[in-house]
């Protein structure tokens, strides 16, 4: 036995440094550990010795990254600059449009008694590495616990969902994309509602199962989040339907591009904390459509008093910007068409009702008793280019200043 | 490093991880040199666990692969000389071949994975290593000579 130990030395510790691998991968498979207690430990250790290193490379690139483009490479910067500052005009009246609807939302969820979630904190990461396999797709982030990171929470970036923590560790955690085959997230197709599963597939597609193979489908709908995971809040986005084709059980073979680039992942969010809570409507002081349209237009000025009174009493009271945007003012001819008002509200009756802020075209047009804020009609905005305003001699038609 | 170059440069070029595994060329090199096969094949052991604990995947299926790699990496050494460019890329290809066929019978047999092989992408990765190897391999050789 000895000789045959000493003549095949090499080839018995292969097969034992084997049989222990195997071994210890049967104990494995058997409790199921993966990413369990069992072996967090030992990962652990393994991620704190590489990440150090993976920092470091990270941080001589980004500082040089920022050097460069913060300090030398500035061509353009101005015409980014004015392009952001009119997208933010943009954007404001798109908020006074989408502020609207979800204060009715929130009033038709009272109303059901929906509850809804809300992302109420993120922790925002720097991804430092990858597992280094194409068979594990998973990143790694430079944030842990030390910044109240823990396992099962949310990834996403602005584009949509990347995934979720795995494990963390006290400075960086572990994030399996969507794209792994041992992912699932619950998703729903925003125009059809159809729920399915989100799972990743051997060569990193990222697939929507369960869905009947009697639905329709179409290529381009937008997937979202189902919140049915109990992970990812409902509605962020998860990427478009690229091809639909049988699958097998009867379910749709359903192929989705995510909306984030998992290939080249730079910063993230994690959602640390998240809320569920009854919807309520809050009624706090609207922000008019007519306020942020006078906002633009520095050139209107202020007009005294007298003149006020004296165009007041050409103009209806009724005339008011709140009221009825007439097409001559400067509001009403910057957003004619635009700017609606909400019909049936009684706070709308008495004539006369004025903007709070000076700056606002209702005075400009001659306004005489202001009103609170509260009793102001809700004004809508629609996107729509604002035409040029008319000239101030323009004819008004006649309003009845009666009071009702 | 081969290990932190295989997990950052991948955040870059998302194909790297899928072509080129510069741990099994570090195992490669190291069995060779060192011309002895336990050496080898605990060599092979620790940078295939190790590659392991970096996944998500049960520990031990790289260990399993790159052990025979090392073993027979070493074994290798010790018969052939092993300097010539052409030798070493279809050393490297061989051995590649033989670290997927391992990794994927473990992992399909052992851990019930759902993990696809396919043999032309196989060679063209063995290919790609063998390439990326015998310029790492020189690059070792002059480092290992100035040392």
């Known amino acids: 036995m000895e000789s045959f130990l000493g003549r095949y030395r090499n080839l018995t510790i292969l097969v034992f440094v084997l049989f222990l691998q195997v071994l210890g991968l049967a104990v494995q498979v058997k409790t199921g550990a993966g990413e369990k207690a069992e072996t967090r430990l030992i990962r652990m250790w393994a991620a704190t010795a590489i990440t150090p290193f993976e920092r470091a490379v990270v941080w001589v690139q980004t500082s040089t990254g920022n050097l460069w483009h913060n300090y030398f490479y500035l061509r353009g910067v101005r015409a980014e600059n004015r392009q952001l500052k009119e997208q933010i005009e943009q954007m404001r009246l798109e908020q006074v449009r989408l502020t609207e609807d979800a204060a009715q939302a929130r009033r038709l969820q009272t109303l059901l008694s929906f509850k809804e979630q809300f992302v109420s904190k993120t922790v925002a990461a720097q991804v430092i590495g990858t597992a280094g396999s194409d068979l594990s797709r998973m990143v790694y982030i430079d944030k842990g616990e030390n910044s109240g990171i823990g396992p099962d929470m949310a990834v996403i970036t602005s584009d949509g969902i990347v995934g979720k923590v795995l494990l963390a560790g006290p400075n960086e955690s572990r994030v399996l994309l969507i794209s792994d085959q041992t992912s699932g997230v619950g998703a729903i197709l925003e125009k059809s509602r159809l729920q399915g599963v989100l799972r990743g597939t051997a060569n990193g597609e990222v697939m929507l199962e369960r869905v009947m193979s009697d639905e329709q489908v179409q290529t381009g709908e937008t997937v979202l989040t189902s919140g049915g995971d109990q992970i990812f809040p409902k509605g962020l986005p998860v990427g478009t339907v690229t091809r639909v084709g049988n699958g097998k059980d009867l379910f749709l073979n359903i192929r989705i591009k995510p909306a984030a680039n998992l290939a080249k992942l730079e910063e993230v969010l994690v959602l640390t904390e998240k809320q569920e809570r009854q919807a309520v409507t809050e009624d706090h002081g609207r922000v008019r459509a007519a306020d942020i349209l006078a906002q633009r237009l520095p050139s209107v000025p202020d007009k005294p008093a007298e003149t006020a009174a004296v165009a007041g009493t050409s103009a209806s009271p009724s005339s008011t910007a709140n009221a009825a945007p007439k097409p001559n003012s400067p509001v009403a001819g910057s957003a004619a068409g635009a700017v609606k008002s909400a019909s049936g509200n009684p706070a709308a009756k008495p004539a006369g009702t004025s903007a709070p802020s000076p700056k606002t075209t209702s005075q400009a047009s001659g306004v005489q008793k202001p009103k609170p804020e509260s009793a102001q009609k809700p004004l809508i905005v629609e996107q729509k280019p604002a035409p040029v305003a008319p000239p101030a001699d323009t004819p008004q038609p006649p309003q009845d200043n009666s009071p009702q | ?147």
């Open chain 2, 1 to 147: 490093m081969a290990l932190v170059v295989q997990a950052y440069v991948p955040k870059y070029f998302p194909g790297f991880a899928a072509y080129v595994d510069l741990p099994l060329l570090v195992t490669i090199f190291f069995a060779m040199a060192r011309r002895n096969p336990i050496a080898g094949l605990i060599t092979g052991a620790i940078i295939g666990l190790f590659q392991d604990l970096l996944g998500h995947n049960p520990i031990g299926i790289y260990g399993i692969a790159k052990t025979v790699v090392g073993y027979g990496a070493s074994s290798l050494g010790v018969k052939l000389d092993l300097e010539n460019a052409g030798a070493r890329l279809l050393v490297t290809l061989g051995f590649y071949l033989v670290h997927s066929a391992v990794y994927f019978t473990v992992a399909r047999g052992l851990v019930n994975s759902t993990q696809h092989w396919s043999l032309p992408q196989g060679i063209l990765a063995g290919i790609v290593n063998g390439v990326i190897g015998v310029l790492l391999y020189f690059m070792l050789d002059r480092f290992k000579q100035r040392t």
